[in-house]
């Protein structure tokens, strides 16, 4: 879709603005990273260490996944969705593995 600039009853076409490349050996690291803070949340859930010590890793493992999702959407051009915490994070995941994303 062309967008058009009128100036004196005369029609100009607008250049479209294309995203920069985006560098595959980030896009892999971002999944990575991804992969290895999912495994470490699931294995915090059922680890047999005291529960204080045991939310303070599993809050930490989770900050750190979001922001590597947040980083995730902005490689892929991914909008984020203005919801709670988990609704986005659902969101951002579906979508990021409609574009082909797999961690």
């Given at each position: 879709m062309t967008t058009w600039l009128s100036v004196m009853g005369r029609a100009w076409p607008l250049p479209r603005r294309r995203?920069?490349?985006v560098d595959p050996f980030r896009t892999l690291e971002?999944?990575?990273a991804l992969s290895r803070l999912d495994h470490e949340i699931a294995e915090l859930l059922?680890?047999?260490?005291p529960l204080f010590a045991r939310a303070h890793h599993l809050h930490a493992a989770v900050a750190a996944y979001g922001q590597a999702l947040d980083e995730?959407?902005?490689?892929a051009g991914?909008?984020?969705p203005?919801?709670?915490?988990t609704l986005r994070?659902?969101?951002a995941e579906a979508e990021l593995r409609t574009r082909g994303w797999e961690w």
């Open positions: 995203r920069p490349p971002v999944q990575s059922y680890r047999d260490e995730a959407c902005g490689l991914v909008a984020l203005s919801a709670g915490p994070r659902v969101l």
